[in-house]
């Protein structure tokens, strides 16, 4: 098998180790997934270093938040120890908003930098590209009312995360990547930078 080859499904499986290690709070291997330097996780709710993500996500996992990962499809372009790779996923959170029980269904993709760490293959930097989501009452007698200016501050990308997360008491990010525009376009600036040896993975 060429190197490349191992290259992919080794960062195919980090990534996959990612979402069911984070999900399933077996925080000590979800640790190992990322660059012990420069780890960077940016997200509706948080952006910031990994070792402080990790935290955040433990804390809200033990409090008894509900977000959970689903994946799809994956490519993944590989540059000798750096690499790019980005795989379709949906993120679902069930919590109340104004007492009422809801599912929030978010579809995007995870777009990761990635680096080559004492041999084995790290996530420098996570960005999610939110492409559409959606807002579901848990009780199909249940009646809710959304906030249509609440609703509004968001792009339409994450507009129902964003407004169940804000009601849950998270404060949420405008501005992050959609499926198009100038956002998503210089995160993928940022990926071709990053494969052609830029000394950062971009504006985290």
């Not at 402080?52 to 590989?78: K, N």
């Not at 795989?87 to 908003?97: F, G, P």
């Not at 609440?150 to 990010?173: C, D, E, I, M, N």
Request: aromatic letters at 10%; proline letters at 4%; one cysteine or more.
């Amino acid at each position: 098998m060429a190197k490349v080859d191992e290259d992919r499904i080794a960062i195919r499986e980090l990534v996959e180790n990612w979402a069911l290690w984070r999900d399933a709070g077996l925080w000590e291997r979800f640790a190992t997934l990322w660059h012990p330097v420069d780890g960077w996780m940016s997200a509706t709710w948080f952006q910031g270093p990994a070792n402080e993500f990790i935290t955040r996500s433990r804390e809200g996992f033990e409090a008894g938040v509900s977000i959970l990962h689903f994946l799809g499809g994956h490519t993944c372009d590989v540059a000798g120890e750096r690499a790019v790779a980005q795989t379709k996923m949906t993120i679902n959170q069930r919590a109340a908003v104004d007492g009422v029980e809801v599912d929030v269904v978010c579809t995007g993709r995870f777009y990761d930098f990635l680096a080559v760490h004492h041999g084995v293959w790290k996530l420098v930097r996570r960005q999610p590209i939110y492409e559409k989501d959606r807002l579901d009452v848990v009780d199909p007698a249940a009646t809710l009312a959304l906030d249509a200016e609440l609703l509004g501050r968001f792009p339409v990308g994450y507009r129902h995360l964003g407004y169940l997360q804000t009601k849950a008491g998270f404060t949420v990010k405008g501005g992050l990547p959609g499926l198009v525009g100038p956002a998503v376009q210089r995160l993928y600036d940022e990926g071709a930078e990053w494969l052609a040896g830029s000394p950062t993975p971009g504006t985290v």
